[in-house]
């Protein structure tokens, strides 16, 4: 069950053009961002500690992997699944996200593992770390970041963008769309982006958020459930040239 929040408090908006956020134009001063694969994943990191956060990668995605070849379920299932006693870390911060959205705990699997790097990272000495898998992020920033948000439509022309101090982080920023990218989708939305403290739990939400939506009628209705949930902070749906908001998002600014 969800918990929900009145509609009058969670500012649900619904913009027909981005003519009223910010502007942005430049950054001052630019990160160096370096592309790692494993497996089927591709990651964009930027951090200091570029060898300690690709060997957490290949550490996590091991133990879970052994985790799930002894049950199968944890992988396939498309519904919250109960652990076994031998779960690993990873495996349980996916299936309490899974618990709390109501998503199978593989729609979790790419925010936590860009957590679990992003952390190795800054225990290793890092002042700031950025992991990116797959449109999901996890980042604790040491200046003002421009996150772009591929929206995946002409009328928006990925346009946008969210603007992010040091102390808005760490903060997790995970998107899913049913129209970009390879990850499975029930719905129709452009993008849908989710906004958290957990990765695991903002890539849950992004993925449940696009599952619910094919038609604007539905963005509503979806804001209203995914804002809802514990421990997210606000949501975002883009339909065709229809912009949602929900709950406490980072400044949405227009990039030039």
Same mark, same amino acid.
Do not use: W
């Given at each position: 069950?969800?918990?929900?929040?009145?509609?009058?408090r969670m500012r649900?908006?619904?913009?027909?053009?981005?003519?009223?956020?910010?502007?942005?134009?430049?950054?001052?001063?630019?990160?160096?961002?370096?592309?790692?694969?494993?497996?089927?994943?591709?990651?964009?990191?930027?951090?200091?500690?570029f060898d300690t956060?690709?060997?957490?990668?290949?550490?996590?995605?091991?133990? #879970?992997d052994d985790y799930?070849?002894?049950?199968?379920?944890?992988?396939? +299932?498309?519904?919250?699944?109960?652990?076994?006693?031998?779960?690993?870390?990873?495996?349980?911060?996916?299936?309490?996200? !899974?618990?709390?959205?109501?998503?199978?705990?593989?729609?979790?699997? !790419?925010?936590?593992?860009?957590?679990?790097?992003?952390? !190795?990272?800054?225990?290793?000495?890092?002042?700031?770390?950025?992991?990116?898998?797959?449109?999901?992020?996890?980042?604790?920033?040491?200046?003002?970041?421009?996150?772009?948000?591929?929206?995946? *439509?002409?009328?928006?022309? /990925?346009?946008?963008?969210? +603007?992010?101090?040091?102390? /808005?982080?760490?903060?997790?920023?995970?998107?899913?769309?049913?129209?970009?990218?390879?990850?499975?989708?029930?719905?129709?939305?452009?993008?849908?982006?989710?906004?958290?403290? /957990?990765?695991?739990?903002? /890539?849950?939400?992004? *993925?449940?958020?696009?599952?619910?939506?094919?038609?604007?009628?539905?963005?509503? +209705?979806? #804001?209203?459930?995914?804002?809802?949930?514990?421990?997210?902070?606000?949501?975002?749906?883009?339909?065709?040239?229809?912009?949602?908001?929900?709950?406490?998002?980072?400044?949405?600014?227009?990039?030039?």
């Amino acid at each position: 069950m969800h918990s929900r929040l009145p509609i009058r408090r969670m500012r649900i908006r619904i913009l027909s053009s981005v003519s009223r956020v910010g502007r942005y134009t430049s950054m001052s001063k630019k990160r160096t961002y370096r592309t790692f694969t494993h497996r089927e994943a591709v990651f964009r990191i930027c951090c200091s500690r570029f060898d300690t956060v690709t060997e957490e990668i290949v550490r996590q995605r091991k133990i #879970l992997d052994d985790y799930i070849e002894r049950h199968p379920d944890f992988r396939h +299932s498309f519904e919250p699944i109960e652990l076994k006693t031998d779960a690993p870390e990873v495996a349980q911060r996916m299936a309490r996200a !899974a618990r709390l959205v109501g998503v199978g705990p593989m729609a979790a699997v !790419a925010g936590a593992m860009a957590q679990f790097a992003c952390q !190795a990272g800054l225990e290793a000495g890092a002042c700031e770390a950025i992991v990116e898998n797959g449109g999901d992020i996890y980042l604790r920033a040491a200046r003002p970041v421009i996150i772009a948000l591929g929206t995946g *439509t002409s009328e928006l022309s /990925d346009r946008l963008a969210f +603007s992010l101090q040091a102390n /808005d982080t760490p903060i997790s920023i995970c998107s899913s769309s049913g129209k970009m990218g390879h990850s499975k989708s029930l719905g129709k939305c452009n993008l849908a982006t989710a906004v958290a403290r /957990d990765a695991a739990l903002a /890539d849950a939400a992004a *993925t449940q958020a696009a599952n619910l939506v094919s038609t604007i009628e539905d963005m509503d +209705s979806a #804001l209203e459930r995914i804002a809802g949930i514990e421990g997210i902070e606000g949501v975002m749906i883009i339909k065709n040239d229809r912009v949602g908001l929900a709950g406490k998002l980072p400044q949405l600014v227009k990039i030039r």
